[in-house]
Nanobody, 120 residues
Framework: QVQLVESGGGLVQAGDSLRLSCAASGRTISDYTMGWFRQAPGKEREHVASITWSGEDYADSVKGRFTISRDNAKNTVFLQMNSLKLEDTAIYYC???????????????WGQGTQVTVSS
C-alpha cells in the first residue's frame, strides 16, 4: 500500500509561481514512476508531468513552464509551476505507478488532490 499526500496548492495570480509537493510512504519512489495529473471542473483528468528512472514526460501545455523533480531521500516528488495561467486552474493529483505512462489508468495509487487557482 502506498500513501500520497499533496501540499502546496493555493490561490495565485497569473504569472506567479507555485510549488506542489507529494510525500509518499509505503514504497521507495525512486524505483517507480511518479506523476502529476490535474482535473478542472467539467473536464477529464489529464496528465501534467511524470518522472521515472528513464526520464520525464510533460504535457505540451506545460512544457517550459513546469518542472517535475524528486528528492529520493525524502521520498517526495515536486512540481514547480512557473508562469501560471488561468487555464492551469484545477485540482492537482499526485500518482504512483509501476511503469512509465501518461495515462491515468496505469497509475495504481493517488493522493487526495490539492487545489490550484490562478486568478487574473
Amino acid at each position: 500500500q502506498v500513501q500520497l499526500v499533496e501540499s502546496g496548492g493555493g490561490l495565485v495570480q497569473a504569472g506567479d509561481s507555485l510549488r506542489l509537493s507529494c510525500a509518499a510512504s509505503g514504497r521507495t519512489i525512486s524505483d517507480y514512476t511518479m506523476g502529476w495529473f490535474r482535473q478542472a471542473p467539467g473536464k477529464e483528468r489529464e496528465h501534467v508531468a511524470s518522472i521515472t528512472w528513464s526520464g520525464e514526460d510533460y504535457a505540451d501545455s506545460v512544457k517550459g513552464r513546469f518542472t517535475i523533480s524528486r528528492d529520493n531521500a525524502k521520498n517526495t516528488v515536486f512540481l514547480q509551476m512557473n508562469s501560471l495561467k488561468l487555464e492551469d486552474t484545477a485540482i492537482y493529483y499526485c500518482a504512483f505507478g509501476s511503469r512509465r505512462a501518461t495515462i491515468a489508468r496505469f497509475y495504481d495509487y493517488w493522493g487526495q488532490g490539492t487545489q490550484v487557482t490562478v486568478s487574473s
